[in-house]
């Protein structure tokens, strides 16, 4: 199942501290939780691909995961039940992170079967049960919108945009080249006024996109 709305980018949002895995045992089937934050849908899905390629060799993998695009504010949505009686397991895992108000992060259920069918419900208090207990080892908070901005100058200007980026504390990556571009996640609510700063800076010098 996939869903989409839109919302405004610049609101705080609750998400997970950390990655976290929990399991337990009901009626002979083992489930466990894994959870992780994520900032863009190719994460989650490639989180998604991790788990179940480590665990090939359970019954069931059943993925969810809450996104917001930060480009667009799309809130993306999706679960899949993975095999399990339709709405017992993938809708109860979204359902938690929906009701917690969870943003950018996924969680895939791993199930080993146990030989013994626990029916709809317990299926459905199983699965929201992993997702509860991962979120909850993985602890939640509050956290703002970001956006990739790329910053190409001259050698020249480099030490100039550097120290700006170091001073305004935001995440950036730099590639030393024929020219040096910077990959900075920055929040949306700042990235106009470092846009700002950076031009001015350089005399408009750098390219920014």
């Known amino acids: 199942m996939a869903r989409w709305g839109c919302a405004p980018v610049t609101d705080a949002y609750h998400t997970i501290a950390e990655p976290a ?98 029916g709809v419900g317990g299926l459905v208090r199983a699965y929201s049960r992993a997702v509860k207990e991962a979120v909850d080892a993985a602890g939640v908070i509050e956290e703002h919108p970001h956006e990739r901005l790329e910053i190409t100058v001259a050698y020249d200007d480099s030490g100039t945009v550097r120290s700006i980026l170091e001073s305004e504390g935001v995440a950036f990556e730099a590639d030393y080249e024929a020219v040096v571009t910077f990959d900075v996640r920055v929040p949306v609510a700042a990235a106009d006024a470092l846009r700002d700063r950076i031009r001015s800076a350089t005399s408009d010098r750098a390219t920014l996109e």
Request: net charge negative.
């Open 21 to 118: 895995t929990t399991a337990f045992v009901v009626r002979g089937s083992e489930f466990i939780g894994h959870v992780r934050p994520v900032e863009d849908l190719e994460a989650a899905e490639a989180f998604i691909s991790s788990v179940e390629a480590e665990y090939d060799d359970a019954t069931h993998n059943v993925p969810a995961y809450r996104v917001r695009t930060d480009a667009e504010g799309i809130l993306r949505e999706y679960s899949s039940d993975d095999g399990e009686p339709t709405g017992s397991a993938g809708k109860p895992a979204l359902n938690v992170l929906t009701q917690r108000d969870l943003e950018n992060l996924a969680v895939v259920v791993t199930r080993y079967y146990g030989g013994t069918n626990l």
